[in-house]
T-cell receptor, first 115, second 115 residues
């Protein structure tokens, strides 16, 4: 079974600084997708970024980028120029290439942004 | 632009009562699923469906029942509510991507309290 681990329950960052959230996963599959979702206090789950495992290039979306290390099964999220609106729970998620009905989530990291 | 609609958003039940959480999506997605979110545990898959008439169990199915008679609707039934089912429930839909990676589209969540 696939597992996703987020070892940082809570982190803090100063506004305008950079922060990295960690995620590791375990799978025997060779092709899969990885995601970072953001959950603000409104409870709505918002996709931040996604990575296809077969792509070597790390995904980037504006201030958000990932460091995908397939051999190490590591998928960290870097947030640059942190803003107050980035404060939220962040969840790392995995799904297999042919299993879009099953997503596996980490336990989440609460990000605090200090003004 | 409805996306995934869940009702009700809040519900309080007494132990032993039954209820149905409704979920509807208007994106013609083939996959639908239910997750529960508990503190420190992320989101865990309860049941999922890969199309009308087809459902299967996820990680934590006990105490829940689902059916999918149409592509749009995927209700979750609590047969006899227990305090352990106090949680936030998310309905989500997804699709088989062609070209780009798929993602989960979430409803706004339903907070259920069982007394």
């Amino acid at each position: 079974a696939q597992t996703v681990t987020q070892s940082q329950p809570e982190m803090s960052v100063q506004e305008a600084e950079t922060v990295t959230l960690s995620c590791t996963y375990d799978t025997s599959e060779s092709d899969y997708y990885l995601f970072w979702y953001k959950q603000p206090p409104s409870r709505q789950m918002i996709l931040v970024i996604r990575q296809e495992a077969y792509k070597q290039q790390n995904a980037t979306e504006n201030r958000f980028s990932v460091n995908f290390q397939k051999a190490a099964k590591s998928f960290s999220l870097k947030i640059s120029d942190s803003q107050l609106g980035d404060a939220a729970m962040y969840f790392c998620a995995y799904c297999g290439l042919y299993n879009f009905n099953k997503f596996y989530f980490g336990s989440g990291t609460k990000l605090n942004v200090k003004p | 632009n409805a996306g995934v609609t869940q009702t009700p958003k809040f519900q309080v039940l007494k132990t032993g009562q039954s209820m149905t959480l409704q979920c509807a999506q208007d994106m013609n997605h083939e996959y639908m699923s239910w997750y529960r979110q508990d503190p420190g545990m992320g989101l865990r898959l309860i049941h999922y469906s890969v199309g009308a008439g087809i459902t299967d169990q996820g990680e934590v199915p006990n105490g829940y029942n689902v059916s999918r008679s149409t592509t749009e609707d995927f209700p979750l039934r609590l047969l006899s509510a227990a305090p352990s089912q106090t949680s936030v429930y998310f309905c989500a839909s997804s699709y088989s991507p062609s070209g780009n990676a798929g993602e989960l589209f979430f409803g706004e969540g339903s907070r259920l309290t069982v007394l």
